[in-house]
């Protein structure tokens, strides 16, 4: 990945620049440890540092996290600015935990991505100045790093989390880095403990701004009864993975630029993949200034940019659900999909266990692929057709553990996701927004989106229109809809209350 010259990263440094944070890290020589540049430690001279666009390429040439900055709750920008579609699909998949355990390998990563070991290896050191193995145990040693730090968790449930093969192995990486055992790295107060009823509490960085009241208003609107609830400034949701049910609670840290994450769920190993849907959810991983930067350059579209600074575009929180729900959308309204999806819910959702939700209106958790493939009927009350578009979908999901992953063209994309009956130009466009995290996905017939095209052309564009205006947003097209839809949002909210 290609850094800013010499000159700007110790620039960069020496002012802390924030705008820096997640995008550039300095190995200091003299002290053999990597830091972020607003670390508040003193200025190293410019002959002892070395810069690096990525935690893993930093620790790769030998240099260790820093304890006062603690490179772990950067933003999570640096990993993914700039990589190309197959190293962004790797590490998601790095993420997920593809190469934690004895078993994992390279090899195995690059035969899910259809590409050679030798070729991505390459590609990891090209774009992130790492190899694949790096980039992973960096990603367990920083998680492992961030739960001593802000949880109370036993050191054993710690090293499993973090996806290290075994505590042995767990103690001899942090013996190597800091030369001193996990369990001394611990503060004497920490934020959560790892009981079940008060949940692993974590922070996660992102780079300001953020718009956090929009955030709400588009996941209140969708909120599914029995599986979301959104008040008090808060995100609550069940959620169902590897078998067991639990739960999530996000809020909201402006003064600390970050979420405040806690995870109620029965298995400490499902932690990093949680905490990565959090992540897609809530866009955190956003160069939103860059975006922001970019779409005003639309003079007609920049005063709805300057009047949301910050905007985020939601990811869904499952690929297939997010899926289901861009179905259950089809030719309705936002409340009736939500109306709909809440009776799917009822007669299809798994019950999630009491011992991990804190709000009893919380109760089960959304249909995975399976029971919807194995449902005899659909007891939800719309048109045949969306519910076998419903059925076909799950059998492909099924099928085809990939088909919500990203890679190739967002064309082929669309291409792949159309071929499943009962999706078409509309649908597909929005999973592809929502669920493979497409940044140019656009779904042009929305009707929200052609209200909020006619506030600032000043006349309802047609579709092809509408696409030919959208070519000056890319590759940022699904950000500038987030904010045409923003944009009609506000203006029926405003029209319905004047007509009160």
Not at 116 to 143: I, K, N, Y
Not at 196 to 209: A, I, N
Not at 466 to 491: K, N, V
């Amino acid at each position: 990945m290609e850094l800013p010259e010499r000159e700007t990263c110790y620039r960069a440094l020496q002012t802390r620049d924030q705008r820096f944070d997640g995008l550039l890290f300095v190995g200091v020589t003299s002290t053999g440890i990597y830091c972020r540049p607003v670390c508040p430690a003193r200025t190293p001279k410019a002959e002892h540092c070395r810069f690096f666009g990525s935690a893993a390429a930093a620790q790769e040439a030998g240099f260790r996290p820093c304890l006062r900055c603690r490179p772990e709750t950067a933003p999570d920008l640096a990993s993914w600015r700039g990589t190309s579609n197959t190293v962004s699909r790797a590490l998601a998949l790095i993420a997920d935990g593809a190469l934690d355990g004895d078993d994992a390998s390279v090899e195995a990563l690059g035969e899910r991505l259809g590409i050679g070991e030798r070729h991505l290896r390459r590609l990891f050191v090209q774009h992130l100045g790492a190899s694949p193995v790096a980039v992973a145990q960096t990603r367990r040693v920083l998680f492992a790093k961030q739960l001593i730090h802000e949880t109370k968790m036993p050191m054993t449930d710690v090293a499993l989390a973090a996806g290290f093969g075994s505590i042995r192995r767990f103690n001899e990486t942090f013996l190597k880095l800091f030369h001193r055992p996990p369990s001394s790295l611990r503060r004497k107060a920490s934020l959560s403990s790892s009981g079940h009823e008060s949940g692993v509490m974590l922070r996660l960085r992102y780079r300001p701004p953020y718009d956090w009241n929009s955030m709400l208003s588009f996941l209140r609107a969708r909120a599914i009864p029995g599986v979301e609830i959104v008040e008090n400034d808060c995100y609550l949701r069940t959620l169902g993975m590897d078998g067991f049910t639990g739960s999530v609670q996000v809020s909201h840290l402006p003064a600390r630029q970050s979420l405040c994450v806690t995870i109620r769920f029965p298995r400490v190993q499902s932690l990093p993949p949680i905490i990565s849907r959090v992540r897609r959810v809530f866009d955190l991983g956003a160069d939103i200034q860059t975006i922001d930067a970019h779409l005003s350059l639309d003079r007609l579209l920049a005063p709805l940019v300057a009047q949301r600074p910050g905007l985020r575009a939601p990811g869904g929180w499952d690929g297939f659900e997010l899926a289901v729900r861009a179905i259950l959308g089809q030719q309705v309204s936002v409340a009736a999909a939500r109306k709909l999806a809440e009776q799917l819910v009822i007669h299809h959702g798994e019950r999630v266990s009491r011992d991990f939700v804190n709000d009893p209106r919380l109760t089960h958790v959304f249909p995975c692929a399976r029971r919807l493939a194995r449902a005899e009927s659909m007891e939800v009350g719309m048109p045949v057709a969306r519910r076998r578009a419903l059925k076909e979908l799950a059998e492909t999901a099924i099928a085809d553990p990939n088909l919500f992953r990203s890679f190739g063209t967002i064309e082929e994309a669309i291409a792949r996701l159309r071929k499943i009956r009962g999706i078409g130009e509309w649908t597909a466009q929005y999973i592809a927004l929502r669920a493979l995290r497409e940044t140019d996905a656009f779904p042009a017939a929305d009707l929200g989106l052609l209200r909020g095209a006619e506030l600032i052309e000043g006349a309802r564009p047609t579709v092809p229109n509408l696409l030919m205006r959208s070519e000056s947003w890319r590759p940022w097209r699904a950000y500038a809809a987030q904010h045409l839809w923003a944009a009609a949002a506000a203006r029926m909210s405003e029209s319905r209350s004047n007509y009160a």
